[in-house]
């Protein structure tokens, strides 16, 4: 993890409200405008940048807000991927009513909103076409936003989750945070053949 200050930690969540999911928690309380925030993060290796860019990618996470963020747009609690001159940063709040909402970061208009109905865990999935150079957001399998270009920056390519928002507080439960990069069948199926053939090559010695 990185950032960190005092306030911000992050543990394991055993079978979280009971319904069989382990996930893994950050808290953020910190409230330093420098300071306050903490994400874990996974660089792309060198060698995926073109495959990212030329094949598209998919982001997909299982979160639950687990203490309301006092700014839903404010991403401390957050999973967002950088690359190629962009953040898509998904920052997880809740309405008055403790429904979870999403803000997609965008320019222009700062943020696309979308408000899940409910609490408890649900599932974002982010599918970036590099064709149109945009991406849609899928939550529990419906659609919610579509053509989304993210947010202007650059920085290191990385998939990150956990806060973002230094000022801001909330608490998340991250059960699963997934970056797939499609890569076209041929090659799999070529690769896997080979291993096969390696294993069994080993185990006659
Ligand atoms: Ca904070």
Redesign the pocket.
């Known amino acids: 993890m990185i950032g960190i200050s005092e306030p ?1 930690t992050g543990g394991p969540v055993t079978d979280d409200l009971g319904l069989g999911i382990d996930a893994w928690y950050v808290d ?1 309380d ?2 330093d405008s420098r300071f ?2 903490g994400h874990y993060y996974q660089y792309i290796p060198w060698a995926q940048y073109e495959e990212v860019q030329t094949d598209g990618w998919k982001l997909t996470a299982r979160v639950r807000v687990s203490e309301a963020p006092d700014d839903p747009n404010g991403a ?1 609690v957050f999973v967002g991927y950088v690359g190629d001159g962009a953040l898509y940063a998904l920052s997880l709040g809740t309405d008055a009513s403790g429904n979870q909402t999403l803000n997609a970061w965008e320019d222009g208009t700062g943020s696309r909103t979308y408000n899940t109905g409910s609490d408890g865990y649900h599932l974002y999935e982010v599918f970036y076409d590099p064709n149109v150079g945009s991406a849609d957001i899928f939550v529990d399998g419906t659609e919610a936003i579509r053509d989304w270009a993210g947010k202007t920056y650059y920085g290191d390519w990385v998939v990150s989750w956990g ?1 973002l ?5 909330g608490r998340g439960h991250y059960s699963l945070v997934e970056f797939e990069v499609p890569v076209p069948e041929p090659t799999a199926i070529a690769t896997l053949t080979l291993g096969g053939l390696l294993f069994l090559r080993r185990r006659r010695r």
């Open positions: 911000v953020d910190g409230t306050g925030w401390s806060s928002g230094p000022a801001s507080t």
